[in-house]
């Protein structure tokens, strides 16, 4: 993990274990206690401090491909081009070329995405690209829209400037953003190498050096103003242009110059080649130097500007941390100060451990990414695999909180454009097509009831299944010309070449339900999860959901079993009556400890909510425990976590300040156990901290622990 400093933080205030706690009370019939903390703090200051986390975002997302979705100008089909397929791009019979789909396409199915549930319509890159790539069987077009060239048009496949914003209204009078998936990493392959050779040069065998022929570390100089002046000599591959057409391929203007490339060769996506390589080939943009950081945010100002709602950011991973950290704040600023307040980015990061995802929107800055954890663990449940795996992904939830953002907001999915479609990883476990059938509604089911903001990938609500990822997971929903495409088993569905809009087509009607069900009842949208069962074998995973308004609890419950299995869970509703909103199950009470029994129908989900809200603590929470990883020196990012005894649950504010300063500065909320957040250590100043973690009732009561800690050089 790429860091700015390295200094150590050092919690001397707190042990590990022990009972450092002060407890408040609020109301009228409970009077502040006396305060019993290391740090003397007022009940104002501790109720000023608590928080509770805010309705976080909520779109249902349908991601599309343009070019196979729907065809609604055939006039676009060759994008203005004349000459062959590997002059155009267009060949409808060929899955890794251009087949007609358009915005206008789009545009007129607009009811048909609506129907699913949709609010926000997220498409792949729709700016011109470089029609064709490649030669001999290797040809390639880029219909999929990864290879720009120009930023600032829409590409003629597809249609113009003024097609995008009759989109964007028509959508956006049915109640749907539109969300542009947008690229910083690279351009087309447009720059080649002298010599031919294209095999990647590490810094340390030859590193940069500036126009006078000085060696510099780029690294050091990242997210900074300044950078050297630099020649094609500079590179370790002297970058070069095949054509004086290709010295001019690029819009913005500033995209031609070669010196702003990284130019060492094609990436092998380890070590530093993840970041400083060619992604496949393609032109690997200089992130590092403040004029690509500066151009880059103006290309996407200038579309927020246009109308977009949002962004999904490709390639997230293979761009240093400190782009991210100017990118994702400039952005959503611009956006603020344009008046879009609902405006969103989400990055790709291809990684399925939370750790590794969670830096680029805690030190990266960026408003959230794809939870490809979600995906694996997912699929893994669906497939029959123990729930434990559900466990510990929600388990890691706390690697994405801070102040402004957490796992709440993350968009989750269970197949793409690459990976592949959900049915073809479940096709493995399933023993027929029904059952097949049965798992895809399961990990649907679990997508739409989990936290996050769930995005279907056209195409699966008709049942597609395909032969793999990327090409063979790109089918035309329109009659397809593809032989393969064409002999692809459809689950619940019949193959064959045909148009696939068809509403009654049982995963269609099972998305659209999901969708109804989420939008009815804010809680499986945007409320509180805890868990609350993981069977260690094939069964059951369950949790509670939260209504951050009402405080009514939700029970919710999956099963990957193919038989029914009962189980006893915990609620935090003593008493209170659970009647059935989802799937087959009875009306239930909670007894004197909030235990209920239920059983679980196979391959399935339930939901129960309780007739009443949860009530009142019967007493202000105890943080008993305020700590720092394991009480020794830690560095970068440093684990802080409390334990909490409450009747009720409870939402921990974990706050610091400098000593001597009188001002807090919250570092996130945590609303689900086990308590705790990552304090980047690297970004503080040099000094002594005062930490204090204040808990919150749903009904206001108030306890907290604090503590001093010491960040050192």
Not at 124 to 131: D, E, R
Not at 305 to 315: K, Y
Not at 341 to 364: H, I, K, L
Not at 405 to 420: E, I, Q, V
Request: proline share 5%; hydrophobic share 40%; glycine share 10%.
């Amino acid at each position: 993990m790429t860091r700015r400093r390295a200094y150590i933080l050092v919690l001397v205030g707190v042990l590990v274990g022990a009972v450092v706690a002060g407890v408040v009370t609020r109301g009228k019939d409970s009077p502040p206690a006396r305060v019993t903390s290391p740090l003397k703090l007022s009940d104002t200051e501790v109720a000023n401090l608590a928080r509770r986390v805010a309705p976080p975002r909520h779109e249902n997302f349908y991601f599309v491909m343009a070019d196979r979705f729907a065809n609604g100008d055939p006039g676009n089909d060759r994008g203005g081009l004349s000459g062959d397929r590997t002059v155009t791009g267009f060949d409808p019979s060929d899955k890794g070329m251009y087949h007609g789909g358009d915005l206008a396409g789009l545009t007129a199915k607009l009811d048909y995405v609506k129907g699913l549930g949709t609010t926000a319509i997220w498409l792949t890159p729709s700016f011109v690209n470089q029609p064709v790539q490649g030669s001999g069987a290797d040809v390639s077009a880029g219909y999929h829209g990864y290879w720009i060239t120009d930023f600032t048009r829409i590409d003629p496949h597809l249609g113009t400037n003024d097609e995008m914003t009759a989109l964007i209204d028509a959508a956006h009078a049915r109640g749907m953003k539109v969300y542009f998936d947008i690229v910083t990493n690279h351009t087309a392959d447009v720059i080649g190498y002298e010599g031919g050779d294209t095999a990647y040069i590490s810094k340390e065998t030859k590193p940069y050096v500036d126009a006078s022929g000085t060696v510099f570390d780029d690294a050091k100089l990242a997210g900074q103003q300044s950078f050297p002046a630099l020649t094609p000599d500079s590179f370790p591959h002297k970058p070069i242009f095949r054509s004086e057409a290709d010295s001019k391929a690029k819009t913005p203007a500033w995209l031609n110059d070669p010196t702003l490339y990284h130019n060492r060769g094609d990436s092998t996506f380890e070590g530093e080649s993840s970041t400083y390589g060619d992604f496949y080939g393609l032109d690997d943009l200089f992130t590092e130097n403040p004029t690509v950081v500066d151009g880059m945010i103006e290309i996407y100002q200038k579309w927020i500007d246009f109308g977009i709602d949002g962004f999904r950011i490709d390639t997230v991973k293979h761009v240093n941390l400190q782009f991210w950290q100017r990118f994702g704040p400039a952005l959503m600023e611009h956006a603020k100060a344009a008046g879009n307040d609902d405006f969103f980015m989400f990055g790709e990061v291809y990684d399925t451990d939370p750790a590794a995802m969670s830096q680029y929107s805690t030190v990266g800055a960026l408003p959230a990414t794809l939870d490809f954890g979600f995906q694996s663990a997912a699929v893994d449940f669906a497939s029959g695999r123990p729930a434990t795996r559900l466990q510990e992904l929600y388990a890691a939830d706390d690697d994405y909180l801070d102040a402004d953002s957490n796992a709440y907001a993350l968009p989750t999915f269970l197949g793409n454009h690459d990976l592949g479609r959900v049915a073809s990883f479940l096709s493995p476990s399933a023993v027929d097509d029904s059952d097949l059938l049965r798992r895809i509604e399961l990990a649907t089911a679990l997508m739409y009831l989990t936290r996050g903001q769930p995005v279907v990938y056209y195409g699966d609500e008709q049942g597609f299944i395909g032969a793999g990822g990327d090409k063979d997971a790109r089918q035309d929903m329109f009659a397809t010309k593809v032989e393969e495409y064409a002999a692809d088993a459809i689950v619940g569905g019949d193959a064959g070449s045909r148009d696939r809009y068809d509403r009654g087509a049982p995963l269609y009607r099972h998305i659209a339900e999901l969708a109804k069900l989420r939008a009815d009842h804010a809680a499986l949208r945007t409320g509180i999860q805890i868990e609350r069962y993981a069977a260690d074998t094939e069964g059951v995973y369950a949790f509670s959901r939260i209504d951050r308004e009402s405080n009514v609890e939700y029970l919710v419950a999956v099963n990957n079993a193919a038989d029914a299995q009962p189980v006893t869970v915990a609620s935090a509703s003593p008493g209170i009556r659970f009647d059935p909103v989802l799937g087959e199950v009875e009306a239930t009470t909670a007894d004197a400890q909030g235990s209920l029994g239920f059983a679980v129908p196979g391959r399935s989900a339930i939901v129960l909510r309780a007739a009443g809200p949860i009530p009142p603590a019967q007493a202000a929470p105890e943080v008993t425990a305020l700590t720092l990883g394991t009480g020794g020196a830690l560095s970068g990012q440093a684990k802080v976590s409390a334990q909490v005894r409450s009747s009720s649950p409870v939402e921990v504010t974990f706050a610091l300040r400098e000593r001597g300063h009188a001002d807090w500065t919250v570092a996130g909320t945590d609303d689900s156990p086990a308590y705790g957040l990552y304090l980047d250590a690297d970004r503080l100043t040099p000094g002594d901290y005062e930490i204090v973690a204040v808990a919150r009732t749903l009904d206001g009561k108030l306890g907290y622990a604090s503590g001093t800690a010491r960040v050192e050089p």
